[in-house]
C-alpha cells in the first residue's frame, strides 16, 4: 500500500500547524514563567545588595549573586586592527558566516580558502495552496 504524495503533503501540513500551535502555547506560559523569575531574581539581588552579601542559604535553596561582565565593539575596524597589531585571535569567536562564505565562493568560484569544508544535503519545503 503506498500512501499518495498528496495525502502526506497535507499531513504534513496537518502536523507543522499542530507543532505552531503548541508551540505559541508554550511560548506564551513560558515567558509568563520567564518575567515571574525575573521579578524574583531581582528582589533576591536587591536582598543581597541590601544586606551586602554575596550568597544566603535558606531552608529551600542557597542562593547567590556574581558579576557577569559582557565584552562588544562598536568599531570593528578597529578592533579587527587591534587584534592584528596585539596578535590575539583569540579574541574571535571560531565560526563562519555562512552567507558571507557563500557570496564569496559565488563571486570567486576558482578560490578555495585553504582548510573550508562543505556539506550539502536537500530539504523538504512544504507550503499550503493558495
Not at 48 to 65: I, L, Q
Not at 78 to 93: C, G, Q, R, W, Y
Not at 97 to 115: A, H, R
Request: proline share 3%.
Amino acid at each position: 500500500m503506498t500512501v499518495s504524495v498528496e495525502k502526506l503533503t497535507s499531513v504534513y501540513l496537518k502536523i507543522k500547524a499542530k507543532r505552531s500551535e503548541i508551540k505559541a502555547e508554550f511560548d506564551e506560559q513560558d515567558n509568563r514563567l520567564k518575567e515571574q523569575q525575573a521579578l524574583i531574581k531581582q528582589a533576591l539581588l536587591d536582598h543581597c545588595k541590601e544586606h551586602n552579601v554575596e550568597s544566603v542559604k535558606t531552608a529551600a535553596g542557597t542562593f547567590y549573586r556574581t558579576v557577569k561582565t559582557k565584552y562588544w565593539t562598536n568599531d570593528w575596524e578597529s578592533m579587527h586592527a587591534f587584534i592584528i597589531e596585539n596578535k590575539v585571535p583569540e579574541f574571535l569567536t571560531k565560526s563562519l558566516n555562512q552567507s558571507n562564505v557563500k557570496q564569496y565562493l559565488e563571486e570567486n568560484p576558482d578560490v578555495i580558502p585553504p582548510g573550508l569544508n562543505t556539506s550539502s544535503e536537500y530539504e523538504i519545503g512544504v507550503r499550503k495552496s493558495k
